[in-house]
């Protein structure tokens, strides 16, 4: 699998929009760019994957460049539920899934 | 989504003693399952992979016949981690690929703590 790029930590306030970037400047064309969370002492949740289209459905939005370089995770009105480690993934299909360090998002009231 | 469910979701055990922890996918059939073994504040690690009815591939590192894996059918598999030391303390988090679509979903973890 690529090798994804995240910047250790960021914080947001509650209520406001959550921009979560994310570089995997090798990636192959059959590669998705994968979205996962991790809430403390728990396993990993699936937030969103795509492979080149921006997505968006019930938990974010997924804006993937035209190059496919680096994508952007968009929690749009965050919640301090929303505080966890997010993963960014890059993955064929079949495949499994290498975690990096991800990025620890923390939501402030 | 796809439901996976991890059984026990924290175990106490003694020294030299083997726990064997169950990993279940709910609705759907898993052609593939993962272990991951993760330490406080580090990322999650793939321990190895399993495919039903054959044997699991492990990660370069990790000992084959101290983490036995048996992924018997479909919907089931199990790791059992044998003659358990306290640096065998951890959480340890399956994943199953849905045959359909190839998702990847995760169970809730299992904490260990060998004493």
């Known amino acids: 699998d690529a090798k994804t790029t995240q910047p250790p930590s960021m914080d947001c306030a509650e209520g406001r929009a959550a921009n979560l970037p994310c570089n995997h400047s090798t990636i192959s064309g059959n590669e998705y760019v994968y979205w996962y969370r991790q809430i403390h002492s728990q396993g990993p949740q699936y937030i969103i994957h795509?492979?080149?289209n921006n997505e968006t459905n019930e938990m974010a939005s997924l804006i993937i460049t035209e190059d496919r370089k680096s994508s952007t995770l968009i929690l749009p009105h965050a919640t301090l539920r929303d505080t966890a480690v997010y993963y960014c993934?890059?993955?064929?299909?079949?495949?499994?899934?290498?975690f990096g360090k991800g990025i620890t998002l923390s939501v402030r009231p | 989504g796809a439901v996976v469910s991890q059984h026990p979701s924290w175990v106490i055990c003694k020294s030299g003693t083997s726990v064997k922890i169950e990993c279940r996918s709910l609705?759907?059939?898993?052609?593939?399952m993962f272990w991951y073994r993760q330490f406080p504040k580090q990322s999650l690690m793939l321990m190895a992979t399993?495919?039903?009815?054959?044997?699991?591939?492990?990660e370069q590192g990790v000992e084959k016949d101290k983490f036995l894996i048996n992924h018997a059918s479909l919907t089931l598999s199990t790791l059992t981690v044998t003659s358990a030391h306290p640096e065998d303390s951890s959480f340890y988090i399956c994943s199953a690929t849905y045959r359909g679509t190839g998702e990847l979903f995760f169970g809730e973890g299992s904490r260990l703590t060998v004493l």
């Open positions: 399993s495919n039903e009815g054959s044997k699991a591939t492990y």
């Open positions: 609705d759907f059939q898993a052609t593939t």
């Open positions: 795509g492979l080149k």
């Open positions: 993934i890059v993955r064929v299909v079949s495949g499994g899934l290498t």
